[in-house]
């Protein structure tokens, strides 16, 4: 956890924090507003968490780090919530197993948004107190709540996804951008670079620290690969083609029988795939989505490219000319995910933020449709396990020169 500046309502335009607060807690309950108290309740796989625990969870860390600790005479409205809404914090107490958290029928959604009213007004007295010595912890809050705000769209993607009608989430959802215009490859000058948050800013603590890295030249490609692209690897047979894929991939394709991305099927023979705004035909000019790593390195593969690594990327996407940067997809990298040189998890539960699942899992780097505005930055680091593809996933190329 890292807060070096916050803006201050002493700097012209700038939100208070209190409003702040106010706005990211706002938008969280306008994302679950169209859904029923039954959507609500889903929970179609152990990787996904049902929208009434998400808008729980993310008051229960408000609550846990910094109302019980720090607002004089604070009393939780329920004390079972400590163990159902924790989600992986360890150092603070039990938890409720994570595949079971659609089986949470009570709380209802009325009584979890009845907690969320609690939790925001105590929240305010706690800011309206000053929040000088924690001020770092509320920036903290808020940025978790807008990386659960992200998770909430792609989860509920994934529960809509199972209904055979394919229910429509919301006529206007966020959708993928295309760019027809941006084509071919930027050339990126290599030698000593630096990567990571040089301060000023928020930073989650694995985003830091500074550090040089050594780059060879290579380029890199300008906007995502599209559906289109995409569709000439399956008619190419790259689902059939093992020389295409890695061990763990191909094993992972074959016992999952992946013949596309994640929500596409045939339609009279046509290929549509399932979205926010329900079923639809492939656009040829949209980015392809949803797609494991395994599936985007042998689509480079394919492609005679392979991905970037994550210094790569972050250097590439400082300069000029690259294109959908965050607009569409996070970006898979041939990164795994591991502490950069110095880095130290925070003390105490705060420092299982990120540090603890530094294994196992391939950096992706940018931005999807569901993230929130502003919140996605250059430094930022996702991660996800490389068979995972129910997230917004896409895929940039970069070649060696």
């Not at 993230?371 to 396990?385: E, M, Q, V």
């Amino acid at each position: 956890m890292k807060l070096v500046h916050h803006s201050s309502a002493n700097e012209p335009g700038t939100p208070s924090l209190a409003e702040r607060y106010r706005a990211v807690r706002r938008h969280s309950e306008r994302l679950a507003a169209p859904l029923s108290a039954e959507d609500c309740q889903l929970q179609s796989m152990p990787d996904a968490s049902p929208v009434k625990w998400h808008l729980a969870h993310i008051s229960w860390f408000f609550e846990t780090f910094l109302l019980i600790p720090h607002l004089r005479g604070y009393q939780p409205l329920d004390p079972a919530y400590a163990t159902l809404f924790n989600s992986y914090y360890v150092g603070v107490g039990d938890r409720h197993p994570r595949a079971g958290r659609g089986m949470i029928s009570r709380p209802s959604l009325e009584q979890v948004m009845e907690y969320r009213r609690h939790v925001d007004q105590a929240m305010a007295r706690l800011i309206g107190d000053g929040v000088e010595d924690f001020e770092a912890l509320v920036e903290l809050g808020l940025q978790h709540e807008q990386q659960h705000q992200e998770l909430i769209l792609m989860d509920i993607q994934h529960a809509l996804s199972e209904s055979p009608g394919g229910p429509v989430y919301a006529a206007d959802a966020p959708h993928p951008i295309a760019a027809s215009d941006a084509t071919g490859w930027s050339y990126v000058t290599g030698g000593l670079h630096e990567i990571g948050d040089a301060g000023g800013g928020f930073a989650f603590d694995n985003e830091g620290p500074r550090h040089r890295v050594w780059l060879e030249d290579f380029e890199i490609a300008r906007a995502l690969v599209t559906t289109g692209d995409y569709l000439a690897f399956m008619g190419d047979g790259g689902y059939d083609r093992p020389e295409l894929w890695l061990s763990d991939g191909w094993a992972m394709a074959q016992s999952e029988r992946w013949e596309a991305p994640l929500y596409w099927r045939k339609d009279g023979g046509a290929w549509t795939r399932f979205s926010l705004r329900g079923r639809m035909p492939i656009d040829p000019a949209e980015p392809v989505l949803h797609l494991s790593y395994y599936e985007a390195d042998a689509y480079a593969r394919w492609r005679g490219a392979r991905l970037p690594r994550e210094e790569e990327w972050e250097i590439a996407a400082s300069l000029p000319g690259l294109v959908q940067r965050d607009d569409s997809g996070w970006q898979w990298t041939a990164s795994p995910y591991v502490g950069y040189p110095g880095y130290r998890a925070p003390d105490g539960a705060i420092g299982e933020y990120n540090g603890k699942f530094m294994v196992n899992q391939i950096v992706l780097r940018g931005g999807c449709l569901a993230t929130p505005p502003g919140h996605a930055r250059l430094t930022y680091r996702n991660f996800y396990p490389p068979a995972a593809r129910w997230m917004l996933s896409a895929i940039r190329l970069a070649r060696d020169v």
